[in-house]
């Protein structure tokens, strides 16, 4: 009998269990359709809906057991233990708990979830959605830096002298500081409390688009932080920090020929040369993001470490 591991809300691998049990957790609504699991053998995790067919049990021309997805709780049954409703289909003990509903929504039509799968989001409407949230931000964070301008402002319009310049240019580092980090704060804020409560940031939500666990559940508060942690300064660190280090190697490399040579026009060839490399690095290196467009998935590098998807409502 095969050791069984699956994914929990959180997506956290657990197990390994038996199919027994595996079979219990659906039962138990613990794990449903969309749970993805994996056993030995297997070459990659598949949702729970994918395998449950012979777990159910094998007939004796070796037939898995017909299965379908509850409507009511994405959980998943033999088709003689289910009722039809239209297209979609009921698991027998949720038959009351699902006419309940609908007196109370007045919902008539019920997709089928049998056969329903995600559809994840392209990376072009993702590049739409960040830019969206680019631009909704923009007010936030400009308020922050209200004070680093009001100071730099006042600076400029004090005399010259060195008592109040240099005493202006800390109360300018200062007020920066602080506006930088009220900007960070916006963008934690932000992106955990929108993910975390609606499933996505106005930008996704303006599109059409939420982000979800792999089985399709709600992220929780704490997910959606460590999610940022992978898209900013993760992202950031890979993106910029090589390309960085790269320009300051050109720069320091030809500006030591140049001091040899004595050739003033060096230090043009290292500005073109630096900001060449600076941007060819910078290009390959934001592949964190771009890689989006050729997985199945669609999944970008915060995507993978935070164990999330981007789909379409």
């Not at 910029?240 to 500006?255: F, Q």
Request: overall charge negative; charged content about 20%.
């Amino acid at each position: 009998m095969a050791s069984w591991f699956y994914t929990d809300a959180e997506a956290t691998q657990q197990g390994p269990v038996d199919e027994v049990t595996l079979l219990s957790y659906n039962r138990a609504g613990t794990i449903h359709s969309k749970t993805l699991v994996w056993h030995e053998g297997m070459e990659e995790w598949k949702p729970f809906r994918d395998v449950a067919g012979p777990l159910f049990g094998v007939s004796g021309e070796g037939v898995p057991t017909e299965i379908g997805v509850c409507a009511h709780s994405s959980q998943v049954y033999p088709l003689e233990e289910m009722i039809p409703y239209g297209e979609a289909l009921i698991g027998l003990e949720h038959k009351d708990a699902f006419i309940q509903q609908l007196m109370e929504t007045g919902t008539v039509e019920v997709a089928d979830a049998t056969e329903k799968r995600f559809e994840y989001v392209g990376f072009w409407w993702r590049v739409l959605s960040s830019f969206l949230d680019y631009l909704i931000k923009m007010i936030p964070s400009w308020i922050c830096m209200i004070p680093y301008y009001v100071v730099m402002f006042s600076s400029s319009a004090e005399s010259m002298e060195d008592g109040p310049v240099a005493g202006f240019t800390i109360a300018m580092a200062v007020a920066y500081g602080f506006g930088m980090l009220g900007m960070l704060a916006v963008s934690i804020f932000y992106e955990t409390w929108m993910v975390g409560k609606y499933q996505g940031t106005l930008g996704k939500l303006i599109i059409g688009a939420k982000v979800v666990n792999p089985d399709g559940s709600r992220l929780s508060y704490r997910k959606a932080f460590l999610r940022w942690l992978a898209k900013k300064p993760l992202n950031y660190v890979i993106m910029y920090l090589p390309a960085v280090i790269a320009l300051g190697l050109v720069m320091a490399g030809v500006m030591g020929i140049s001091q040899e040579t004595e050739e003033a026009a060096t230090f043009g060839m290292a500005m073109v040369s630096g900001l060449f490399i600076y941007v060819a690095i910078l290009a390959v290196c934001s592949g964190v993001y771009w890689m989006a467009a050729f997985d199945e998935e669609k999944r970008a590098l915060h995507d993978r470490v935070s164990g999330t998807r981007v789909i379409r409502k």
